[in-house]
């Protein structure tokens, strides 16, 4: 049987006299993917950001590996997202003054590596993501769909076990989308690392192994599928 | 048409307040300073003896070294208010405004802003015109009727901050107007040209020949002609420091790029790099003043020997070298207190335009401290590359013309060092103050709605 990585149990969020999640449980196992999708305000960034740390519920846990995340102290929570997890936003946000190989680079420097330890590394990711020969551009210097695969690269780098990607595709064409997905899924579930991707997009969730559709806080749908493949070449 | 949708901009915007309040502190700040010191500056054109052209050179001196600190800030509070708004300008643009308009806009409301900020600051003025007036020149309190400026200076200051606001706010406005849609476009780091270093190498080194020679005439020309060439020389090397500032920073940069190891180092490095010129402008203001320090160090332990000899000094005199303290410690801390604004402001708008980058690090589980330490690294080696650099080729100058014993005399090396260990306390005491702007930015659990 496969590991369960990450398991939420009962998750219950409110902000105000909203609530965003309504006793949400879900078991994750290590090395699938998983889309998260829903309407705005149906609570997937919310069940994203508590996944994997960021967030604490109002109650209900979350269990990292089999260790209990949810009341760790910040710093500890800090930690475990630098060493355990890696992030792929909607806009990249990587650091503009940065090259490419030093945005991915960093990842690594915050785990304490020393630069030329990092660079060689994040210079294998930037190649194994089809960007050989743009280490050194800055990000204002690249395409969208390249910052992106930046932010793959950055990502995982750090050798990752669960990736969290927040609308990865939102700011993308529907060609480079199919790009930069088969990048992070290659990289990352076909790796026998976690995905975990929050999305609109019904195209991307069709590429994950599950997908869980949420509505008002709550899970409405769970489904387990053959993921779609797609030709387009990296 | 344009100035019907004013109100609609001016509401707050996703950054809050402080993109309106910070520039018009920073404003406030920087007027009430130049009213203070010209305020206090008019008794001297009251002064009619031979000691009175001094005390005029004197005080147009400081008030010259306040203006570079003064555009500095005036530039940082525009971009400020910029910040707050190119996106709301950008969307004007694409609806169908004018250029002219978008201008127009821009510094109507940067220019309100400072205008704000200007009244402010010549009111705190003359509340603290009662405390000012306590401090003493030629052995006596200047007074408070005599610190408090005149309503038509007052109102000349005013209007001199708002126009300076309005053209900083077109200068940085003009990429939105130019095009709608390339406002945040952040392509490849400016070069440095090289060959403006070495002009300004070469001048600097000329203005050290300079001054050796005209110190060597003695005798065979006049006073006059000795002070004046002596002057020639110094603002030439003043000048090139400005020219040559921004490039040596960007050496400085480079080494330390090449050099570094950890994420603090990585990106202060960077961000040195990515824009020298702007980084070099923020304390432009202490490489005058530490220039200016190292002749007024030298100048009061020149003064204090010739005080130490047997002659007994009296009239007008014997205050100089009390006065000139006086004076020199109030532009040092004028000059360092705008700095510090200029440099407040500059961070406060860097965190603002920033702010997905710093919570995106954060979630990442980047330490506040990293993000911290990299910007404050970021202003701290301009700072120093500002005071040690501009110090050194003042020293460099004086050398022939007042011998070694003097530029190292303990009391030049105590103003000196004192100037420099001040500013670089209050830049110090500025990147803490707006920490907590920079931990809200990075903040990741703060109880408010995720981001959908």
């Known amino acids: 049987m496969t590991n369960v990585i990450l398991q939420a149990d009962r998750l219950t969020q409110h902000y105000g006299s909203t609530r965003a999640l309504d006793g949400v449980s879900l078991s994750l196992a290590e090395g699938t993917s998983t889309a998260i999708m829903g309407a705005s305000g149906s609570g997937k960034t919310t069940l994203l950001h508590m996944l994997a740390g960021i967030l604490t519920p109002d109650s209900g846990s979350v269990l990292f590996a089999g260790q209990p995340i949810s009341g760790l102290p910040d710093s500890e929570r800090s930690r475990l997202r630098r060493e355990q997890f890696g992030f792929v936003f909607q806009q990249g946000l990587l650091i503009p003054e940065l090259t490419a190989v030093e945005n991915v680079a960093l990842a690594p420097m915050l785990n304490g590596a020393k630069k030329r330890d990092a660079v060689g590394p994040a210079a294998q990711w930037l190649h194994a993501l089809g960007l050989a020969g743009m280490e050194d551009r800055r990000i204002g210097q690249l395409s969208g769909g390249q910052a992106q695969r930046v932010a793959i690269a950055r990502a995982q780098v750090t050798g990752a076990r669960v990736i969290f990607a927040d609308e990865p595709t939102g700011a993308l064409d529907s060609a480079t989308s199919q790009g930069v997905m088969n990048a992070l899924l290659s990289s990352t579930s076909g790796n026998g690392r976690t995905l975990v991707v929050v999305t609109h997009d019904p195209n991307v969730a069709a590429r994950c192994q599950r997908v869980v559709t949420l509505s008002d806080g709550r899970i409405v749908a769970d489904t387990a599928q053959a993921p779609k493949t797609d030709g387009v070449a990296r | ?396 100058l004086l050398l022939p013309v007042l011998g070694m014993a003097l530029i190292f005399a303990p009391l030049s090396l105590i103003t000196m060092l004192s100037m420099i260990v001040l500013g670089t306390l209050i830049v110090l005491g500025t990147l803490f103050g707006t920490r907590p702007l920079l931990r809200d930015a990075a903040r990741v659990e703060s109880g408010s709605r995720a981001s959908e």
């Open chain 2, 1 to 396: 048409m344009i100035f019907r949708v004013l109100p609609l901009l001016s509401r707050p915007s996703r950054q809050g307040a402080a993109g309106l309040i910070l520039p018009g502190v920073a404003f406030a700040s920087v007027t009430a300073l130049l009213a203070i010191v010209v305020g206090g500056a008019q008794t001297f054109w009251a002064f009619d003896d031979e000691m009175a052209p001094l005390y005029w050179f004197l005080a147009g001196l400081a008030l010259t070294l306040m203006i570079p600190p003064l555009l500095s800030l005036g530039s940082a509070a525009a971009k400020l208010s910029a910040r707050r708004r190119d996106d709301r300008l950008a969307v004007l643009r694409l609806l169908g405004a004018t250029g002219r308009g978008t201008a127009g806009l821009a510094v109507f409301e940067s220019a309100a802003v400072a205008f704000v900020g200007a009244v402010t600051g010549v009111l705190l003025a003359y509340a603290l015109s009662p405390l000012i007036g306590m401090i003493h020149f030629r052995g006596e309190a200047i007074g408070a009727a005599q610190a408090a400026l005149p309503l038509g200076w007052a109102a000349l200051l005013v209007l001199t901050v708002v126009l300076i606001a309005g053209l900083s706010a077109m200068i940085g406005l003009r990429r939105v107007i130019i095009s709608p849609l390339g406002v945040a476009m952040k392509q490849s780091a400016p070069k440095m040209p090289w060959a403006q270093g070495l002009v300004a190498v070469a001048a600097i080194i000329a203005a050290i020949i300079g001054a050796q020679a005209v110190s060597n005439l003695g005798g065979d020309a006049s006073m006059y002609a000795v002070i004046v060439g002596l002057l020639v020389a110094f603002a030439v090397a003043l000048l090139a420091i400005d020219l040559i500032g921004a490039w040596v920073l960007s050496l400085f940069g480079k080494a330390r790029l090449k050099r570094a190891q950890t994420p603090v180092e990585l990106i202060s490095a960077r961000l040195v790099l990515e824009s020298p010129r702007a980084a070099w402008r923020q304390v432009s203001g202490v490489a005058m003043s530490s220039f200016m320090a190292v002749f007024a160090g030298s100048g009061i332990a020149l003064m204090g020997e010739a005080s130490g000899a047997d002659v007994e000094l009296t009239g007008p005199e014997q205050f100089i070298m009390a006065d000139m303290r006086t004076g020199l410690a109030i532009v040092v801390i004028g000059t360092f207190i705008m700095v510090a604004c200029s440099v407040g402001v500059n961070q406060a708008a860097q965190i603002l335009d920033r702010r997905d980058v710093h919570r995106s690090l954060a979630i990442m589980g980047t330490p506040l401290a990293v993000q911290d330490g990299a910007r404050r690294k970021a202003a701290m080696l301009p700072l120093a590359v500002a005071s040690l650099g501009s110090a050194s080729v003042a020293a460099l």
